[in-house]
């Protein structure tokens, strides 16, 4: 069953160097989705202009950055004006003709059911679509994919650079978009906030359309930018899940599990040190506490890994959001 106009739907279309297949995409856009909104990005090509002198699709409202901020920075904006304009439902997809605007139906109905806050594309659930996709882009992505379970909490998804997305604008409302990054990290650095605020997120799995469009996301040039943000990420969502807003068992299995294997790390390289510099062997008993401090430490942090597994959001936040909730939650620390 397909979503209705009065659902409120609004798409969202970052443009940067997108001239030669922007036109195209607007046109593909279903017509039960009430707004367009194309967020010009300081872009060389003047996408904005052309789609003002050639698109005749009233439902389009093009946005304009002063500056280039990038594809985070040109959708927190657009985020912005459609949750400003009273829409419902966000959906993102880039201007460059990957993404399919037939799926927005897909992506749309999980959040009006009920049964997500925020819906992403996935583009590995299919063996053969996988095969079509650049090996390099492949291989990052894989990567990018499990260094973020950790950081983001979402052990359940996959592929969190795909920016085939929707979300619901009471959910966006709770998200500090002046905290988000800018550029190719905000995808993943949203699922960071969605999971500090316990949103539900639902993998999609969906086909990419590779063409002769050029991807402006390098991953050799970012993996290192990504790794320390992923680093960063993830000691922040520990600090705040796990002891500024809550505390368990799990909390001291991570603590116990870091000491101790620290302490067997430390205490066993300088026993050996020391014994390699007097030419003699480490008593056993000196391996023995070493080795089984660092057993032991490797199983508190197992234990508070799958603890962590578990513990991903599963009840919806958006049917029980009001406008008062937005003031009791907080969301904006660093």
Known sequence: MSFKINDRVAVVIPCYAVKRHILDVISQVPENVERIYTVDDNCPENTGDLIEKE???KRVKVLRNSINRGVGGAMMYGYQVAIDDGMTILVKIDGDGQMNPSLIDMFVQPILAGRADYVKGNRFFDLETVRQMPKMRLVGNAGLSFISKFSTGYWDIFDPTNGYTAIHSKVADLIPFNK?????FFE???L?????????????PMVAQYGNEKSNLKISKVALEFGLKHIKNTAKRVLYNYWLRNFSVASIQLFLGLCLLLFGSSFGVLSWYE?????????VGTVMIAAMSILVGLQFILAFLAYDMNSVPSEPLHPHLNSKLK???DTHGE
Request: proline share 3%; with cysteine.
């Open 55 to 57: 698109c005749t699709d």
């Open 180 to 184: 988000i990054s800018e550029r190719y």
């Open 188 to 190: 993943t650095d949203i």
């Open 192 to 204: 960071f906030r969605l999971n500090t605020i316990g949103a539900v997120v639902l993998d999609l």
């Open 275 to 283: 014994a390699a510099s007097k030419n003699i062997l480490s008593p």
């Open 327 to 329: 003031n009791s939650l």
